[in-house]
């Protein structure tokens, strides 16, 4: 279930192309009710979670020279992500630079004899291009402006995929599915209540980060950050959380993600 639609859309093609007929329908119903059970389960564990221990009392005030520090680099986030209607253009030609980049890696990927999703050769050079600017001070990567053209492709892609679905190729595996979609909620909700919640230490922030866990172990990782904002606002709010899901979320867990699917595509 991790990695929502674009997982969905990226090796729902790749397992057709093998002969499993329907498979995109299938990935995009159920990378559909992932977005939804994450979503609804993540509040209500973390909620759960912190009143059932009195997790409160276990939040460790920060001296004022963290404070300081913790502010400045909010102050600096903020102003990166700030939006400039003269830098949509610019934004634009650097997702181009970055996929035209991602077809030389993904064309080098293949050469393994593995099978990987088209976005991943994207994802690696548009990383490499972000950490270079960042590592430099070079040139600036405009991420509020690339923000904004995500969201709208986004939900350009979510709607052509929700339109273009053929729901009566799910008629016969209705039953099966159903089994497998409760088998996970079960399973991700053993794993972030119990699991998580111990690992990360038992107290306010990994209450915070099985909320999150919880997010983007059904979908992605907007899952996660609206599961944890929830949590965060009606409590308060989690450095650790919120340094430690966006990180695992949306890169590491991509690309383990990619080789973990890759690896049963060939294995299977």
Known sequence: MVGGHGTAGAFGPVLESMGSEGATTVC??????????????????????????DLLKTIVPEDDSLLIEEENLLIEEEKKHERHTTMYPMAVFQLII??????????????????????????????????????????????????????????????????TLKLWQLADLALPLLVLLFGQVVLMFVYARFVVFN??????????????????????TPNAMANMQVVCEKYEPSVKAYILIPLVGSLFADFLNTLSITFFINFL
């Open 28 to 53: 995009t119903a159920a990378a559909t009710f992932g977005l939804i059970a994450g979503s609804v389960m993540g509040g209500p564990i973390g909620k759960g979670l912190i009143e059932k221990y």
């Open 98 to 163: 970055a996929i035209g980049f991602g077809t030389f890696v993904s064309d080098l990927l293949s050469l393994t004899g593995l099978t990987f999703p088209i976005y991943i050769g994207a994802m690696i050079a548009a990383a490499i291009i972000r950490n270079i600017g960042e590592y430099s001070g070079k040139y600036t990567t405009h991420m509020g402006e690339i923000n904004d053209i995500g969201g709208i492709c986004l939900s350009l892609f979510l709607g052509i995929a929700m339109i």
């Open 199 to 220: 690992v990360m230490g038992r107290d306010y922030d990994a209450a915070v980060i099985s909320s999150g866990v919880c997010g983007f172990g059904m979908g992605a």
